[in-house]
């Protein structure tokens, strides 16, 4: 079912009224605060449009709404701190938190399992009842000394509390101060207990924190500085994003000093505050680190989007505007050089894929960023929305959705569910919670937290790749014989 949901308000409106509904007067209230309706701001430019998402955001979830949201824990250790590839990240607390979060996400990186990157191991101090009766500090000593044993090539430890560390009260910070001295390495202590913020966001924030405490202006870094150096931050390298990046920027003459925090090492983010500019993917997750670097060490930075040509090309052209003349004569040629791809690629799927909707929820910059990649394929968003959003995700969502776009804000699973019955969009793209209750209902899904094990999807090479694979979900004839065949008119 294709609609033309550029005009459709009012019927996601009707439908916003029908879902609330189901709520008591109280839960009805709140949530209808976080559901809205896309709407063109007066007196705009039509050359970019902004449409205003007018949501309720980063606020505590109703309790028993079934929210998709992860805690603080998931945004420190399973975004910020996990990918960093030479550095052991012990998940502090009972073992269910570190074997959930366990090599959860396609981090790809480069080097040794075992020896000189530890993402996809897991570290636990598999905490029992007498460590919460007596405290843990001391097995968390005799923890770091054994990985400093076992893993003598690990640069650093990082510490990810779990709920139980914050309500017993362990001195985490004495612990890393003490282990630093003896060891020498680079011990960070991350407060990121479950239990703090009102979702994963608040993480985040905890672990860029721990960045600018622990890691920065720590050691005399030995590293010669260029003019054209820059960091790309936020791009956690799922299925090889941050490589696909990285072959554009260098081809337009820059040089990536640091990539945080996919394949990223210790020694990259020590020497951060020397680069010339700060290139922010994912804004959310990483938006307080780069502040702090412009603050203290007057490094500027964008936020850029490798999703799409023609958003590829507009970022190119952004970040080629912050340097001289060559980078930007680079950039145009670098634009041209893969504009016959992008041509072979559209005119392939394109056709194939124009006017079919599209309904996405999904976390830090996807509902937004990814927008412009289907648009560029002819197709049509029905609705977005983001886990943990804050009220500057909406208004840059703003420069993506068009009017009448269905908007919900930590959407419950019922909500959700509702939403795509009625709208019945030839693809969702959102989590892998979301993906089998969807394709029950006969509705192609493409998990878009982790790229559904293909990627890359940023980059031009990456762009084809995406076209390929909503195509193989659209178009894939599974769904005509998804009707059972005695459900079936004679």
């Not at 029992?128 to 640069?155: H, R, S, T, Y």
């Not at 072979?344 to 927008?371: D, F, N, W």
């Not at 969702?428 to 993906?435: D, Q």
Request: hydrophobic fraction near 35%; proline fraction near 4%; charge should be negative.
């Amino acid at each position: 079912m294709s609609l033309d949901y550029e005009n459709d308000s009012e019927f996601h409106a009707r439908l916003i009224e029908e879902v609330l509904e189901a709520y008591p007067d109280k839960s009805r209230k709140r949530r209808a605060k976080h559901l809205s309706v896309a709407k063109t701001v007066e007196g705009e430019e039509a050359a970019e449009p902004l449409t205003e998402c007018d949501v309720k955001s980063n606020i505590k979830s109703v309790p028993g709404v079934m929210t998709i949201r992860g805690c603080a824990y998931a945004g420190s250790k399973g975004v910020v701190w996990g990918p960093v590839k030479d550095m052991v990240h012990i998940s502090h607390g009972p073992v269910g938190c570190g074997q959930y979060s366990w090599s959860q996400r396609r981090n790809y990186y480069i080097g040794k399992t075992g020896v000189d990157t530890f993402v996809t191991m897991q570290f636990t101090s598999d905490f029992q009842e007498k460590d919460i009766v007596f405290g843990g500090d001391k097995k968390l000593e005799k923890i770091i000394d054994e990985i400093d044993e076992l893993f003598p090539l690990a640069k650093g430890t990082s510490i990810q509390s779990e709920c139980p560390i914050g309500l017993i009260g362990d001195d985490i910070e004495a612990v890393a101060r003490k282990k630093n001295k003896e060891t020498g390495k680079t011990i960070v202590p991350v407060r990121c207990e479950g239990f703090r913020g009102v979702s994963q966001s608040l993480g985040h924030h905890i672990a860029n924190d721990a960045i600018r405490d622990w890691v920065f202006d720590k050691k005399d870094v030995e590293f010669e500085a260029g003019p054209y150096d820059v960091n790309v931050i936020g791009d956690y390298n799922i299925g090889g994003d941050a490589w696909a990046s990285r072959i554009l920027l260098e081809e337009m003459g820059l040089r990536v000093v640091g990539n945080w925090s996919g394949d990223a090492t210790l020694a990259e983010m020590e020497r951060a505050p020397k680069a010339k500019l700060n290139l922010i993917h994912c804004y959310r997750s990483m938006n307080y680190i780069c502040r702090h670097m412009e603050e203290k060490y007057n490094i500027p930075w964008i936020e850029y989007n490798f999703f799409g040509p023609s958003q590829i090309a507009a970022s190119l052209r952004a970040i080629a505007a912050q340097f001289d003349e060559t980078i930007k004569e680079n950039a145009e040629k670098v634009i041209a050089k893969y504009q016959p791809l992008v041509d072979a690629v559209i005119a392939k799927y394109r056709p194939r894929l124009e006017g079919k909707s599209v309904m996405l929820y999904v976390g830090g910059l996807r509902p937004r960023h990814v927008i412009t990649a289907y648009e560029d394929l002819g197709m049509q968003i029905a609705g977005t929305g983001y886990e943990f959003a804050h009220g500057d995700d909406y208004k840059r969502t703003g420069h993506y959705v068009k009017d009448g776009t269905l908007i919900y804000d930590d959407v419950t699973g019922y909500e959700l569910e509702k939403f795509i019955e009625n709208i019945r969009p030839d693809l969702v793209g959102s989590g892998i919670k979301e993906k089998y209750p969807v394709q029950k209902m006969g509705i192609p899904f493409r998990q878009m937290h982790s790229w559904d094990y293909s990627g890359p999807y940023h980059g031009y090479d990456g762009f084809a790749i995406f076209a390929r694979d909503m195509d193989l979900a659209i178009n894939n004839p599974v769904w005509g014989l998804f009707k059972a065949p005695w459900t079936k008119a004679a």
